[in-house]
C-alpha cells in the first residue's frame, strides 16, 4: 500500500508555472530524497504535500485517501511531518523546553489549564526517549540559541519526532553543515529509518547524501519529474546528468 501518492500534481503562481503533471508514489517504510536544480519545484511539492497550499490540479494521496482539502493543521494531525529548509525553533528555550513543547502539542495537552502528576512525567518520559533518539541528552539544558547550527537541525529534527510522524519530510537537512554535523545528520536519519521503521521523503543538494542513503530518488527538472529509480539507475540517467552538469542527454 502507497503512504503517499501524488497523481498529476500541478501548481502555478500567476503565469509561473511551478510544478507540471507530477505524479509519485511512495510506499510506506521507504527513504526517499527529492533533488534537482534550483528552482525545480521541491519546495513547492513538500508545501503541496504538507498543505501550505493546494494544487492547481491533480491530487494528493496519504494512506489511501484523499487530503487535498484538509488543512495543514490536519495533515500533521493524520502523521505527516516537515521540518523547514531555515530552522525553525524556539530560540530562547531549552533543548528539554523545545521537545516538551512538542509532546505536549502531540498529546493535545498543552491548552489544558492544568494537567496531573501522573500525565505530566508521561510525558517528560516521552521527551526522554526522543533525547535519547536524537543524541541531545547531554545538551538537554542548554539553550538552543547556544548550540552549534549542526544541532539546532538535529533540535528541529526531535520536536518533528515528537509530533509522531507516519511521513518526516525534511528540507535541505544538512543545509549549511559542516562535514561532522553532515555526518551526525546522516547518521541520525540513517537510525530513524532502520530503527524506528519511518517513512522518511527528503530534498538535499548534497549528493554524498543523497546517495548514499537514499533507497529511490526522484529527480525533478523544470517543474516536471525527469526520472525516479534506484541511485544506480539515476546516476546512470543521461538527462540527469545533463540537467546537473550540462552534459548532452
Known amino acids: 500500500m502507497s503512504l503517499l ?62 487530503i487535498n482539502a484538509l488543512s495543514a493543521e490536519r495533515r500533521t494531525r493524520l502523521g505527516i511531518v516537515r521540518t523547514f529548509q531555515i530552522t525553525e ?7 528539554f523546553e523545545n521537545l516538551r513543547i512538542g509532546v505536549e502539542t502531540a498529546a493535545r495537552s498543552n491548552a489544558l489549564p492544568w494537567i496531573s502528576r501522573g500525565r505530566r512525567a508521561a510525558l517528560e518520559r516521552r521527551v526522554d526517549e526522543l533525547l535519547a533518539v536524537t543524541g541531545l541528552a547531554e545538551k538537554s539544558e542548554r539553550v538552543v540559541s547556544e548550540l552549534a547550527h549542526g544541532d539546532q537541525r538535529v533540535v528541529e529534527v526531535a520536536i518533528a519526532l515528537s509530533l509522531e510522524p507516519k511521513l518526516l519530510m525534511l528540507d535541505e537537512p544538512t543545509a549549511g553543515m559542516g562535514d561532522e554535523e553532515t555526518d ?57 546528468r545533463a540537467a546537473y552538469l550540462g552534459e548532452a542527454a
Not at 525553533?89 to 533543548?95: A, E, W
Not at 521503521?197 to 542513503?213: A, N, P, Q, T
Open 5 to 66: 501518492r501524488l497523481q498529476n500534481i500541478s501548481r502555478s503562481f500567476g503565469s509561473l508555472r511551478a510544478l507540471e503533471d507530477v505524479s509519485l508514489e511512495m510506499p510506506a517504510g521507504e527513504l526517499r530524497a527529492v533533488i534537482g536544480p534550483n528552482g525545480a519545484g521541491k519546495t513547492t511539492l513538500f508545501n503541496m504535500v504538507t498543505g501550505l497550499f493546494p494544487p492547481s490540479s491533480g491530487t494528493v494521496w496519504f494512506a489511501d485517501r484523499t
Open 184 to 240: 551526525n545528520m546522516v547518521s541520525l536519519i540513517r537510525r530513524l529509518h532502520d530503527k524506528q521503521r519511518l517513512s522518511i521523503l527528503f530534498i538535499e543538494h548534497d549528493m554524498d547524501v543523497v546517495f548514499g542513503i537514499a533507497q529511490r530518488i526522484t529527480v525533478l527538472d523544470q517543474g516536471r519529474v525527469l526520472a525516479e529509480g534506484t541511485p544506480e539507475e539515476v546516476g546512470a540517467d543521461r538527462r540527469v
Open 89 to 95: 525553533i524556539f530560540p530562547d528555550l531549552t533543548v
